[in-house]
């Protein structure tokens, strides 16, 4: 069987034109794809073809789009034989930087795609640094710092489920609410899934409420403490049972009240008050 190689001719940084099925598409970082606009776009492309040039690269002799998936995906199915390209010397590196900044500009990118595009770019060649990561797209560190942690990415909690399925349900749209709701997980799950299960009547400004409320769970956001801090449950009930039963002076009887307060509050899971 030929190679696209010996039935297309090879492209060079000259080159204007290329027949559309002789291009490789990789995958990109969008995934949801809207099919009411997609049928719109290629019944456009069928009509008038391509108009904006295709971004290629060279790779093997071969040309590999770097932006204009879509387009190219039209062209195809409209059956033309050459579009418009704009053929660049692309690193690796720059292919995602590319792609993001290309479906950030473009209306109807899912917000979690936007945050799985982030994150493969910080993680991806040359990334890191939330600081380079927002300079190479345009964006604030704090916007970046907060796509992060919604995609799990630096300091993220791993365990991020509730705030993920409700963005794949593409319930939740804005980053700012799904941002304050990963920060509820981590803290508590169980006020995270509240919100889940009432998200038609939340709010960003309801959600920053419970945040603001929320009290940690035992073992939420603490992984390091984990087994052992459950295993000092018992210690800490003997403890509280020992310290009610114990008679004391007058003048030490607050000191008894408060410390039965913060084994009654480590038992429970919440925040010990201090002394």
Known sequence: MATKQSVFPKLTLASTHADP???????????ERNEKADKEFFASVAKHGVMT???????????????????????????????????SAIADSEVITLQMIENIQREGLS???????VKALHEGPGGGLATYTA?????????????????????????????????????????ESAYMLTKL????????????????????????????SAKPVRGAGKQ???????????MYRWMLKVIQ???????????????????????NGDEPSPL
């Open 21 to 31: 099925a002789s291009l490789v598409m990789k995958k990109q970082v969008r995934v």
């Open 224 to 234: 390091e403490a984990g087994d052992a801090e459950e295993d000092n449950i018992p």
């Open 53 to 87: 040039p295709v971004l290629v690269r060279i790779v093997n002799g071969a040309g590999e789009v770097v932006a204009g998936h879509r387009r190219t995906e039209a062209a195809i199915a409209a059956g033309l034989k050459s579009i418009p390209i704009k053929v």
């Open 135 to 175: 300079e190479r797209l345009g964006k604030s560190n704090g916007w970046v710092s907060k796509m992060l942690l919604v995609a799990g990415g630096d300091k993220a909690n791993p365990a991020a489920t509730i705030t993920q399925k409700l963005l794949t349900a593409v319930k939740i749209g804005d980053l």
């Open 245 to 267: 039963s114990a008679t004391v002076s007058r003048k030490d009887a607050p000191l008894q009240e408060a410390a039965a307060q913060m084994l009654t509050e480590w038992i």
């Open 111 to 117: 917000l979690l795609d936007t945050a799985k595009g």
């Open 185 to 212: 997980e981590e803290i508590n799950p169980v006020a995270a899934q509240e919100v889940a299960d009432n998200i038609e009547n939340e709010t960003r400004a309801s959600i920053k409420r419970r945040l603001a």
